[in-house]
């Protein structure tokens, strides 16, 4: 299996380049991207700003009527923020992403996790090529420079997207981690805010390196168990979390009693394919796609048991859930000693109808060589 290797890709002051992704002619100034409350002319803060505007001390967070101070007579443009389009650029810019992973996980508008373990074949001079290749694609399609850090886990990836910007490119090979992360803030670690922070610098911890030489029985005695594990593994550089698709986290299902308990295929069926009914219903309300199905029975002596099957690619067709469900039941009550007393229905790995569609299409090019 090749070495892990896990990419995060965040997009720069992304709002306020998206302002000037459609009108050029403010790139060369303060912008900052707003959002009013609507009770005076200036109240409300700043969504965020250009890198010229961050000069001046404008971020995310602060009053506009601050950052007004701030830029004053200094040309500045600001814009009140307009989420659809900036959703519509973000999701095209998803895909493009998407295209370079093995595993894609999208954590915010601006920001993914790319697993390219394989893609790169556990090679870091190799992802550097991939992430060399995603910026000029992305700056190509969309406009957009992004920031890019590549690391043996989520982690470090995100640690060293974040120390790289604007248009960055950072890489950590497992073998630097510890000495890359060591004399970095404890605060850039995803977890430590300003409270805990303090209460490690009270402990005489400032650096990560400071609290990789902690004692984790102490740190788990201060924090507990699992945030004190945590501490002390976030500090070494190890972290085991899965770039997680998002189709595998949703999932829809429906359980029901039977009115009997039962072994016969023909009454399991009637109530399940109401139950198919409903969670179809469901997936066509979110515009999904499915790739698995699953049932479940709860027996007689009350265990639960579970089938399930998974296609080579998603499908959004009720015949397709209706007869797998039949055909799983079909072969559990064949196998099964007991009566069910509940059964239920339940499909995941779900996408949405635009990527499903480019599933189907990459498989059938696979499918063509
Ligand atoms: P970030 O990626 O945190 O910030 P950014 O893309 O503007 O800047 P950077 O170059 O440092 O990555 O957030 C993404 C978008 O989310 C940002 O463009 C605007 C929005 N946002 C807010 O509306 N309020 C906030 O407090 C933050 C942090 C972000
Ligand atoms: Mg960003």
């Given at each position: 299996m090749p070495a892990r290797i896990i990419m995060l890709v965040d997009l720069d002051y992304f709002f306020a380049q998206c302002e000037e992704k459609r009108n050029s002619s403010i790139k060369e100034k303060p912008v900052v991207v707003c959002v009013y409350s609507g009770r005076s002319e200036n109240s409300g803060a700043v969504s965020t700003a250009n890198y010229i505007a961050r000069?001046?001390?404008?971020?995310s967070?602060?009053?506009?009527?601050?950052?007004?101070?701030?830029?004053?007579?200094?040309?500045?443009?600001?814009?009140?923020?307009?989420?659809?389009?900036?959703?519509?650029?973000?999701?095209?810019?998803?895909?493009i992403l998407r295209s370079y992973a093995n595993r894609f996980e999208q954590v915010g508008i601006d920001e993914a996790y790319l697993d390219v373990s394989q893609k790169a074949n556990g090679d870091f001079e190799e992802a550097g090529k991939i992430a060399e290749q995603i910026k000029k694609e992305v700056k190509a399609q969309q406009g957009l420079t992004c920031s890019i850090g590549i690391g043996p886990n989520k982690l470090i990836a995100k640690i060293a997207a974040d120390i790289r910007k604007p248009n960055g490119l950072s890489i950590v090979k497992p073998e630097q981690a510890e000495n890359f992360l060591g004399p970095l803030p404890v605060s850039s670690l995803v977890g430590v805010g300003r409270k805990t922070e303090k209460k490690m610098q009270d402990m005489g911890i400032e650096t990560i390196g400071d609290l990789a030489e902690y004692d984790i029985q102490k740190l788990i005695e201060i924090f507990g168990k699992n945030l004190g594990?945590?501490?002390?593994?976030?500090?070494?550089?190890?972290?085991?979390?899965?770039?997680?698709?998002?189709?595998?986290?949703?999932?829809?299902?429906?359980?029901?009693?039977?009115?009997?308990?039962?072994?016969?295929?023909?009454?399991v069926l009637e109530k399940t394919n109401k139950l198919c009914d409903?969670?179809?219903?469901?997936?066509?309300?979110?515009?999904?796609?499915?790739?698995?199905?699953?049932?479940?029975?709860?027996?007689?002596?009350?265990?639960?048991?579970?089938?399930?099957?998974?296609?080579?690619?998603?499908?959004?067709e009720l015949g397709a859930?209706?007869?797998?469900?039949?055909?799983?039941?079909?072969?559990?009550?064949?196998?099964?000693?007991?009566?069910?007393?509940?059964?239920?229905?339940?499909?995941?790995?779900?996408?949405?109808?635009?990527?499903?569609?480019?599933?189907?299409?990459?498989?059938?090019?696979?499918?063509?060589?």
């Amino acid at each position: 299996m090749p070495a892990r290797i896990i990419m995060l890709v965040d997009l720069d002051y992304f709002f306020a380049q998206c302002e000037e992704k459609r009108n050029s002619s403010i790139k060369e100034k303060p912008v900052v991207v707003c959002v009013y409350s609507g009770r005076s002319e200036n109240s409300g803060a700043v969504s965020t700003a250009n890198y010229i505007a961050r000069k001046f001390g404008v971020k995310s967070g602060i009053p506009i009527s601050l950052a007004k101070k701030k830029l004053k007579e200094k040309d500045a443009v600001f814009l009140p923020a307009d989420r659809k389009f900036y959703e519509e650029v973000s999701g095209k810019i998803m895909s493009i992403l998407r295209s370079y992973a093995n595993r894609f996980e999208q954590v915010g508008i601006d920001e993914a996790y790319l697993d390219v373990s394989q893609k790169a074949n556990g090679d870091f001079e190799e992802a550097g090529k991939i992430a060399e290749q995603i910026k000029k694609e992305v700056k190509a399609q969309q406009g957009l420079t992004c920031s890019i850090g590549i690391g043996p886990n989520k982690l470090i990836a995100k640690i060293a997207a974040d120390i790289r910007k604007p248009n960055g490119l950072s890489i950590v090979k497992p073998e630097q981690a510890e000495n890359f992360l060591g004399p970095l803030p404890v605060s850039s670690l995803v977890g430590v805010g300003r409270k805990t922070e303090k209460k490690m610098q009270d402990m005489g911890i400032e650096t990560i390196g400071d609290l990789a030489e902690y004692d984790i029985q102490k740190l788990i005695e201060i924090f507990g168990k699992n945030l004190g594990a945590y501490f002390h593994n976030a500090s070494i550089g190890i972290d085991d979390e899965p770039v997680q698709e998002r189709g595998e986290v949703e999932s829809i299902s429906r359980i029901s009693t039977l009115k009997e308990d039962t072994q016969d295929l023909k009454v399991v069926l009637e109530k399940t394919n109401k139950l198919c009914d409903e969670v179809y219903a469901r997936l066509l309300q979110r515009g999904l796609s499915f790739k698995s199905v699953g049932i479940v029975a709860v027996m007689t002596d009350m265990s639960v048991r579970s089938r399930s099957k998974t296609f080579e690619s998603p499908t959004n067709e009720l015949g397709a859930l209706k007869k797998t469900v039949k055909g799983l039941f079909e072969k559990f009550l064949n196998e099964s000693e007991l009566q069910a007393r509940r059964v239920g229905v339940k499909i995941w790995n779900l996408f949405k109808e635009q990527e499903s569609q480019k599933q189907i299409t990459n498989f059938l090019q696979r499918a063509e060589k």
